[in-house]
């Protein structure tokens, strides 16, 4: 997979019109579950895609080989993902808040709420940090290394995050249970 990543980035490099298209049509829907996990909204995450897709465009000369492509767009994508939250933080809080008040689950049941949304706002209550790290590790299935190279953390770092998010979470998703695919 890395040397056809590589394969395609020269291609595109060499004048190559469909190479780019490749990459994006390979990592363009990666790139939004990452960016959606970290920022929380559904539009904010979809501008970021095409924010990043555009900056990586225009910095594809500047990659070095040195590391997997991927591991450079995950990069990218996490620093543009994390400067979007932060920027949104007080937006989302709000906005949250109203829903928690309003008790926006219309359902007003437990049965009623899918699994996924309770993990989903449970997330939301991480700070972006910690948020990104859950996210890279068991939504996109990354090693502690691979995380820390994305971050550009050390590995003890991915650690402490990992086990700070863990004991956040846990109250909060004491009452979820998943349960197995039938």
Known sequence: MGGDDADLVRRHLSGDPD????????????????AYRIVGEYHAAADLVQEIFV????ELRSFKFESKFS??????????????ASEGL?????????VRDGRGDPGG??????????IHRALQELSPKLRTVI????????SYEEIAEILEISIGTVKS???????????????VTLEPEP
């Open 90 to 98: 007080r937006h989302a809080r709000i906005h949250e808040k109203i």
């Open 135 to 142: 996210s890279l590790r068991y939504l996109e299935g990354l």
């Open 71 to 84: 591991t450079w767009l995950f990069r990218v994508t996490v620093n543009h993902a994390l400067n979007r």
């Open 109 to 118: 049941t437990r049965e009623g709420r899918p699994v996924d949304d309770e």
């Open 55 to 58: 900056k990586i465009h225009g």
């Open 19 to 34: 190479a780019f298209r490749l990459l994006y049509e390979k990592y363009g829907d990666k790139v939004f579950a990452s």
């Open 161 to 175: 995050r990992l086990f700070l998010a863990h004991e956040t979470l846990r109250p909060m998703l004491k009452n």
